[in-house]
């Protein structure tokens, strides 16, 4: 991530407060950061492996899903977003398009 672009919407504190917070959870259903690091022009996060991509790629490559698989990644991520605010987190950048 380039720290201009962060740093237009966000601080520093804000950026290392949201690492710390992420490097926290550990659940099924959340992507796991492992570490970062840093170099003069950007932020790089080191994430778990999402084999699939992500959900919205997924759907996007797919089109159609069953009524029945779309509940099933709606449910999970009802589950992690109830870990989440058991943990007084939000997510503030849920997306639906």
Avoid: W
């Avoid at 659940?27 to 796991?32: E, G, S, T, W, Y």
């Avoid at 919205?56 to 999970?76: D, G």
Wanted: glycine share 4%; with cysteine; hydrophobic share 35%.
């Amino acid at each position: 991530m380039n720290k201009k672009s962060i740093f237009e919407y966000s601080t520093k504190e804000n950026l290392k407060r949201e690492i710390s917070i992420q490097k926290g959870i550990s659940h099924p259903h959340i992507v796991r950061l492992y570490t970062y690091f840093e170099d003069s022009e950007n932020v790089y996060l080191v994430l778990e492996f999402a084999e699939n991509g992500s959900l919205f790629h997924y759907l996007k490559k797919r089109k159609n899903i069953s009524e029945k698989e779309a509940f099933v990644y709606f449910f999970q991520t009802c589950l992690g977003i109830d870990y989440l605010h058991k943990r007084n987190v939000i997510h503030r950048d849920l997306k639906v398009i």
